[in-house]
């Protein structure tokens, strides 16, 4: 059975950072392409980074280049999103991912799997 489980959400203040994890098991995590995605209340589900299998190829969403880095480690089969200067616009509900196809497109139905989420808030 596939898990993705992330963490490392919370409440910051703007201006602050955090560093999400997603922990992946029952899958050859090496295999797969990762990506971070959000949601904010009353917003549809969007990118906001992805990385291939590799690590070698990355893709930020135009919001949020600058400020976050996603990157993995094959070895402990886990995916992190480091985020600094937020802002109360990157308030949403964080999605963990994964496909087994190669082209980490932006349509959630290239995905395979997700993880349940984890919230972060900013406060102005």
């Known amino acids: 059975q596939v898990q993705l489980v992330e963490s490392g959400g919370g409440l910051v203040q703007a201006g602050g950072s955090l560093r999400l994890s997603c922990v992946a098991s029952g899958l050859t995590f090496s295999r797969y392409g990762m990506g971070w995605f959000r949601q904010a209340p009353g917003k549809e589900r969007e990118s906001v980074a992805r990385?291939?299998?590799?690590?070698?190829?990355?893709y930020y969403a135009d919001s949020v280049k600058g400020r976050f880095t996603i990157s993995r480690d094959n070895v402990k089969n886990t995916l992190y999103l480091q985020m600094n200067s937020l802002t109360p616009e990157d308030t949403a509900v964080y999605y963990c991912?994964?496909?087994?196809?190669?082209?980490?497109?932006?349509?959630?139905?290239?995905?395979?799997?997700w993880g349940q989420g984890t919230q972060v808030t900013v406060s102005s």
């Open positions: 990385i291939s299998w590799s690590g070698g190829t990355t």
């Open positions: 991912t994964a496909t087994s196809r190669g082209g980490l497109g932006l349509s959630l139905n290239e995905y395979d799997y």
